[in-house]
């Protein structure tokens, strides 16, 4: 079913605007009488966070903004899915054009700006998932106008943790201004405290994860990841798109402004992994992100110390076979390397990645 959704959706989709493709693939989503995946093999698990993951594999966020359609998500045979970014207020994002595919790059410009149904529309949609299971997390935003961000991941907090796995503190979206100031200590510290805070209160308690931008210094990184520690977060995931635009073919769409997501963020945001996961020494797991197109990709993450990793554009241009095929080769590595499980391979090539000359 899976390889039959691609071979019928996916030339369609190539042919559309990016912006129109992803509606259709939403919509055929809806649709499509996608059966129960497989199980997994058990060596594919994961325990982290309190849970079980059938698999490392998972959607990023960006995809299903708005909680439309997880199930469906999880029935293509992600391991988890983290739908959002959701805004407290519905916000209808920055006129179009705002998507932009990079073919010859196998890339994604975005300058999307966090349009969302807001999250009283996004909670009532997980509320109506009820029990019906898989690992599920949201991606929470400010609104663009707010005279207080903080506050805004604090109404997100409240208001979905009872319907969700995991919160993930967004702080690294490029198109809402001044967003990524949040990564600063002392903002990020005075937004973590308030951010715990309300997770403490929330009445269920749910796990915290912050996504950090790949652009980031490795002197802002320092104080990031010991800001992340100090609050005792939870997780963190590294990372989102750049603002950066070496080494592109498109010469011409590389000018619009936006983040880079796909293959060309490999490297960056693959070195950013690995000099996070020095300085967590082991404080909390994290979930690699960026790039993902391939099981060795994404083997190359869990090698620079990603527990988890994610994708996103890697769909756009594989495919959702994308999935399967990743899972696939995550055995062929645990096999060829003699290896009992993927824990066992996670951080392996920290040290040669972080000796290399810095990725441009
Ligand atoms: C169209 C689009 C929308 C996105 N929206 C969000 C978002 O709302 N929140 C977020 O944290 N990341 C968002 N992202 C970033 C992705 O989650 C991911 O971090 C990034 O695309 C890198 O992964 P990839 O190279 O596999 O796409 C978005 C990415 C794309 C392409």
């Known amino acids: 079913m899976i390889g039959l959704f691609d071979r019928l959706v996916g030339p369609l989709l190539r042919t559309l605007d990016p912006e129109t493709a992803h509606a259709l693939a939403l919509a055929a989503l809806k649709r499509a009488p996608l059966p129960q995946p497989r199980p997994d093999d058990e060596k594919l698990q994961v325990q982290a966070f309190g849970f079980t993951f059938p698999n490392p594999v998972g959607l990023a966020a960006g995809f299903d903004k708005h909680g439309e359609v997880p199930d469906q998500l999880l029935r293509l045979g992600f391991g988890f899915v983290e739908v959002g970014g959701v805004t407290p207020l519905p916000q209808p994002g920055n006129p179009r054009p705002r998507l932009f595919r990079l073919d010859a790059d196998q890339a994604i410009i975005n300058r999307l700006g966090l349009n969302s149904d807001g999250v009283e529309k996004v909670a009532a949609r997980l509320a109506a998932r009820g029990k019906a299971g898989g690992v599920v997390g949201i991606n929470i935003g400010a609104n663009k106008d707010s005279v207080d961000r903080t506050a805004d991941y604090v109404a997100c907090i409240k208001a979905l943790s009872p319907h969700v796995s995991f919160l993930t503190v967004n702080v690294s979206s490029p198109n809402t201004p001044g967003l990524r100031n949040l990564q600063q200590a002392a903002a990020l510290d005075e937004l973590l405290a308030r951010v715990i805070d309300a997770r403490e209160s929330a009445g269920v308690r749910r796990q915290v994860l912050l996504k950090i931008a790949p652009d980031l210094t490795l002197g802002d990184l320092d104080d990031v990841v010991g800001v992340a520690r100090r609050h005792r977060i939870d997780g963190m995931i590294v990372g989102n798109t750049t603002i950066g635009r070496a080494n592109l073919r498109e010469t011409e769409k590389a000018k619009e402004a936006g983040g880079l997501s796909g293959r060309p963020l490999f490297a960056l945001s693959t070195r950013i992994l690995a000099e996070t996961y020095v300085?967590?020494?082991?404080?909390?797991?994290?979930?690699?992100?960026?790039?993902?197109?391939?099981?060795?990709?994404?083997?190359?993450?869990?090698?620079?110390?990603?527990?988890?990793?994610?994708l996103y554009s890697g769909l756009v241009f594989r495919g959702v076979g994308l999935v399967g095929a990743i899972k696939k080769d995550l055995l062929d590595f645990l096999r060829v390397g003699r290896l009992d499980a993927l824990s066992d391979a996670v951080g392996r090539d920290v040290a040669a990645i972080t000796a290399e000359p810095w990725p441009t």
């Open 279 to 310: 300085r967590a020494e082991g404080a909390f797991p994290l979930i690699g992100v960026g790039g993902i197109d391939s099981g060795a990709a994404a083997f190359a993450k869990i090698k620079a110390g990603a527990s988890f990793v994610q």
